[in-house]
């Protein structure tokens, strides 16, 4: 199996020339996104790493798809935008071996899922340009990780965004620029998902993709509560008897499995789901949260009333 290949690219840029470097990475990314074998752009600012100007990462799957790429006419024309805009007009480029997609270390990484609407792609990659220049701006900021469907027909662009505290990172998500940029993506963004392990029931509940916060812990027990009671109700019932038979720890293992799996797959999606609008409100609002408790409390109080039987003890 050949090894993957990186092309490493910096460029200090002449001042005044950002917005034309910024409309030059839309034509860029547009560009090699076509090539077979790309995988993914990452660009990293001045300061990251120690570097004074911009840095390009190319992924792409093999060496000979990179070479594919660096003797191409589109590449050529494309670099040929970019050099009036750098000092002394001249890129540094090197090629690394079995390095792609390992990305320079960071504290904390943030992974955002995109849905993309059909037809939608170049007014998403130009936002995308127009976002990472806007969160380069950050304290703390180390970078974008932006890579395209690797599938035929699949919509969904996974981004790793990268800052070096947590802190640093929440200023960031929870500023009224990104919330500006947001709001002009609906338009070609159909769903957002991230994936920051910010909450203590990691895996089973997202966060917002508004605020990059999970929802109260005590909203998202309540959930899972809903969720695990029946499933252990109709494990006791149906299951424990037909491995009475195994030690008592390799039987409570084989149910929690189980339970934890039924849990994960199919209980929180669906009340995530339906409750989405009490986990993530919109905008703070006592009665809302009190509403959704008492529907939980309802729907407890109906479990515990049609299982009240289920049990011959």
């Excluded at 990293?44 to 000979?64: D, K, R, V, Y």
């Excluded at 994936?195 to 605020?211: C, H, I, K, S, Y």
Aim: proline share 7%.
């Amino acid at each position: 199996m050949k090894a993957p290949a990186v092309l490493m690219a910096t460029a200090r840029l002449r001042p005044g020339c950002e917005e034309n470097f910024a409309a030059w990475q839309i034509r860029h990314n547009a560009a090699i996104a076509k090539f077979p074998g790309f995988i993914s752009s990452d660009m990293l600012p001045p300061g990251s790493g120690g570097e004074s100007g911009w840095t390009i990462l190319l992924n792409f799957q093999t060496p000979a798809d990179l070479e594919t790429w660096q003797k191409s006419r589109e590449r050529g024309q494309i670099v040929g935008e970019l050099l009036p805009l750098v000092e002394g007009g001249t890129l540094g480029e090197r090629v690394q071996i079995d390095d792609a997609g390992r990305q320079p270390g960071s504290e904390i990484t943030e992974v955002i899922l995109s849905k993309i609407k059909e037809g939608k792609e170049d007014m998403y990659r130009a936002w995308a340009v127009r976002i990472q220049l806007a969160q380069a701006k950050f304290p703390g900021y180390r970078g974008t990780y932006l890579q395209p469907p690797s599938q035929p027909g699949d919509t969904q662009w996974t981004t790793l965004l990268r800052f070096d505290t947590a802190e640093h990172l929440e200023a960031w998500m929870t500023s009224p620029e990104r919330a500006k940029l947001l709001a002009e993506s609906k338009e070609f963004i159909e769903r957002e998902e991230l994936m920051r392990l910010a909450t203590a029931f990691p895996g089973w509940v997202p966060v917002n993709p508004m605020t990059g916060k999970g929802p109260p812990n005590w909203k998202t027990a309540m959930l899972v509560l809903l969720g695990l009671f029946p499933i252990v109700m109709l494990e006791l019932r149906f299951l424990s008897p037909q491995l009475k038979f195994l030690n008592s720890s390799l039987a409570t293992f084989i149910g929690n499995t189980l339970s934890v799996s039924a849990t994960s797959f199919i209980t929180m999606p669906l009340f995530v789901r339906w409750f989405g609008w009490w986990l993530f409100p919109e905008k703070d609002s006592v009665r809302l949260t009190l509403l959704g408790a008492a529907i939980l409390v309802v729907l407890f109080t109906l479990e515990i009333a049609l299982l009240w039987r289920l049990l011959p003890w």
